[in-house]
């Protein structure tokens, strides 16, 4: 196949692997464990995937659950998929088997597509839906002998992915995106975060949430960029490696992995070559940030976005980022924060937050229950985030789900949490609502670091660390010790199941 750089369509993969395929056809598109491929490579290696799932009687509109690692398999068949115009759905490869029974069932894919003795191979089997076994090793085995296939001729407005929320509740939903929704993240991320062609970009979360496909896909390979890829669970030492060796330049993150990674990397000196390092996924704590940047000399850019919406909608950039803050509002997003009877509060209020933008979904995938408590009757997509504007800019005070009141007052936990989080023996920590006898109280769940231990004394401590800080009834009542904290697959704090656990 020869590349064209003319792309007459609104098929987004179509103009991401194309028109860098002619432009810069041995440039390196993506490395991983060692090996690397080429932007001409990424681009006749998807259209022969597309020609193979069509081989598999895959139509325009059929699914395609894709439970991979992040590695050149995924980049074949994610981009594959909407080349021939069929919607991937792609999952996280550490669920259990009844969590890919319950995907396959809200999305009816048509074809499974998993490593070899994955759980979602039994899942599949189970639900009587055809399976394919894949991963790099094979990839070239299975597609030999498939020629070019024609790109299907998408109209902007057709599905092409579908995102399966995280689940911070515990009720995970599908989120349908469009061609066009691709093309709106693009240009808002883009200009936000700049990416260069020279850029080697690094993404701790994983392709199959909005956020590690934006920057270890989409926004990399839309300038000719670097993406580096890890097909492991993240950690500190192995991302320390991998920023040594490949130079990064942009490093994108969580904060939960730059608190893990600055408890577990001491000398971080040598991280000069690093240009942007970004987090999203969750409010960056104030103090997290500011020991990064006494380490590193770099600051955490930061943004906060959410799966419905697909891109980041506020966002913070050196030399306006103000710690303890999510940022300002990005463009072309509009935001509003609003009262329990859907009116716009004034600057300094809290208030739900909700946004209006391109890229924003139209509803949940065959979930319109879900989708009319989300959206108000003009049309503004209410975020479930409890958030306040001062000056023009936003901070995300949490979940409103996670919010709770103590002696009859809201109490904001990432509040509470980040003052916590400037004491020295803390590492991570969440805050949910507890009781003392009839009365609601605040509970702190507390991950120490190495070197200090579990006991009444030090929970005073804290308690007492808190007061100095923070209003009497945000103070915890109770501080509970733990050796970690649950997480979703992005690195947020399952807050709904520490309010399971005694």
């Known amino acids: ?182 093309f709106s993240m693009a240009d808002a991320m883009g200009k936000f975060l700049g990416f260069r062609p020279q850029d080697v970009v690094l993404c701790s979360a994983k392709m199959c949430h909005v956020y590690g496909l934006a920057i270890s896909l989409t926004l990399p390979f839309r300038v000719g960029a670097v993406t580096i890829l890890d097909p492991g669970k993240p950690n500190p030492e192995n991302t320390l490696r991998q920023l040594l060796d490949a130079q990064v330049t942009v490093l994108a993150s969580v904060p939960a992995f730059y608190t893990l990674f600055l408890l577990a990397v001491p000398q971080l000196s040598q991280l000069g070559h690093l240009r942007i390092c970004f987090s999203g996924g969750e409010a960056m704590p104030a103090a997290v940030s500011s020991e990064w940047h006494k380490r590193t000399g770099h600051q955490i850019w930061q943004g ?78 209410l975020t479930g985030d409890m958030a306040v504007r001062e000056r023009g800019i936003y901070t995300i005070l949490g979940r409103m789900d996670d919010m709770f009141k103590a002696g009859g007052l809201w109490v904001s936990p990432t509040r509470v949490e980040s003052v916590l989080l400037t004491h020295s023996a803390v590492a991570q920590c969440a805050v949910t609502s507890g009781t003392v006898g009839a009365f609601s109280t605040v509970r702190a769940h507390v991950m120490l670091k190495p070197g200090w231990e579990p006991c009444p004394d030090l929970a005073n401590t804290l308690r007492r660390h808190a007061a100095g800080d923070l209003p009497d009834f945000m103070v915890p009542a109770e501080v509970v010790f733990r050796p970690a904290l649950p997480m979703t697959a992005t690195g947020k704090v399952q807050r709904f199941i520490l309010r399971t656990m005694d």
């Open 304 to 381: 906060y976005g959410s799966t419905e919406v697909m891109t980041f909608v506020i966002g913070a950039e050196p030399p306006d980022i103000v710690p303890g803050t999510a940022g300002r509002v990005l463009p072309p997003f509009e935001l509003r924060i609003l009262n329990p009877d859907g009116l716009a509060v004034p600057d300094g209020t809290p208030g739900h937050l909700a946004v209006r933008g391109p890229s924003t979904m139209s509803g949940y995938w065959n979930n319109p229950e879900w989708t009319r408590r989300v959206f108000t009757a003009d049309g503004w997509l």
């Open 1 to 182: 196949m020869r590349p064209s750089a003319s792309v007459d369509t609104k098929n987004f993969a179509a103009h991401l692997v194309l028109e860098k395929a002619a432009q810069w056809p041995e440039r390196t598109a993506a490395r991983c464990e060692g090996r690397a491929l080429s932007y001409a490579a990424l681009a006749s290696q998807s259209f022969a995937m597309a020609a193979f799932l069509r081989s598999h009687d895959l139509g325009p509109g059929s699914r395609a659950l894709i439970v991979l690692p992040d590695s050149f398999s995924f980049l074949v068949t994610f981009l594959g998929c909407l080349l021939a115009g069929i919607v991937a759905v792609p999952v996280n490869n550490r669920l259990r088997r009844t969590d890919y029974v319950q995907c396959i069932q809200g999305c009816e894919p048509a074809l499974v597509l998993a490593s070899e003795g994955h759980e979602a191979l039994g899942a599949a089997q189970e639900a009587n839906v055809p399976a394919q076994v894949l991963d790099d090793g094979r990839l070239s085995g299975l597609l030999e002998g498939m020629g070019p296939s024609p790109v299907h001729p998408s109209r902007g407005d057709d599905v092409c992915v579908l995102f399966v929320t995280s689940g911070t509740t515990g009720h995970p939903k599908m989120v349908p995106h469009r061609h066009a929704d691709f």
